[in-house]
């Protein structure tokens, strides 16, 4: 691949709705030793020790009708139940919606880890932005979660963050033609350049439209052989 994305072992589905944020801008994507449905992408950057401090999206269904305070109340007694320290911060404003902010201190082989979580429910489904840290750089590093915190929110198609009109339009087209050229290979490089050139859009963004491209051309190539990794 032309840059470093981690392929997560998840299926997006295309043209749904996205969850989206900004890591720091210094922090690399992360490699899931044990992947899950719910966790969408990690990040992590470096710490004052070999744990590294990390910032990573879930995502949980929940029961229609569900409010986020009885979610909430849920993850409080589950919290507790773990023998953590729970902290409700209170409301806490994202771009895609009013959550909820808290911090968890727990204890383990690594020592005392502080997490801080933004937690948003939109349309039952629950979107959960955690930073976790040591307990020793949790204020130096609090800074950098919130700012990344905020910019959560969801996006109804992956071209919506795309300031300027020509390029916005441009990754469009590139998007929804991708398998429908005879020269796939060179097809799929430029998909790719379009990409790398919005790279103030994060590496989040670039690995969902990396997903949602290779997903498109392979409904066009189940008897083709095209290297896209």
């Known amino acids: 691949m032309r840059f470093h994305i981690l392929t997560l072992l998840l299926t997006l589905p295309l043209f749904c709705t996205h969850p989206y944020f900004l890591p720091p801008s210094d922090w690399e994507i992360a490699h899931l030793k044990v992947p899950s449905q ?18 990573s999206l879930a995502t949980e269904e929940v029961e229609e009708g569900l409010s986020l305070s009885e979610y909430m109340k849920a993850v409080k007694s589950i919290q507790l139940a773990d023998k953590n320290q729970y902290r409700d911060l209170g409301k806490f404003a994202m771009e895609g919606g009013k959550g909820r902010l808290i911090e968890i201190t727990s204890t383990g082989g690594w020592g005392t880890i502080k997490m801080l979580q933004a937690i948003l429910l939109k349309n039952n489904t629950v979107y959960i932005l955690t930073g976790s840290t040591l307990k020793e750089d949790f204020l130096k590093l609090q800074p950098k979660l919130i ?9 109804p198609n992956l071209w919506t963050p795309i300031a300027n009109a020509d390029q916005k339009e441009r990754f469009e ?42 997903s498109r051309l392979s409904s066009h190539l189940k008897n083709a052989q095209l290297n896209i990794d």
């Open 38 to 55: 719910c966790v969408q992408v990690g990040f992590v950057g470096k710490g004052s020790t070999d744990f590294r401090p990390s910032i």
């Open 147 to 155: 700012q990344s915190f905020r910019t959560l929110k969801i996006l």
């Open 173 to 214: 087209n590139l998007l929804t033609s991708l398998g429908s050229a005879n020269e796939k290979e060179t097809e799929w490089k430029n998909f790719q350049t379009e990409i790398e050139s919005l790279s103030s859009l994060g590496p989040y963004w670039q690995f969902l439209s990396l997903q949602e491209g290779k």
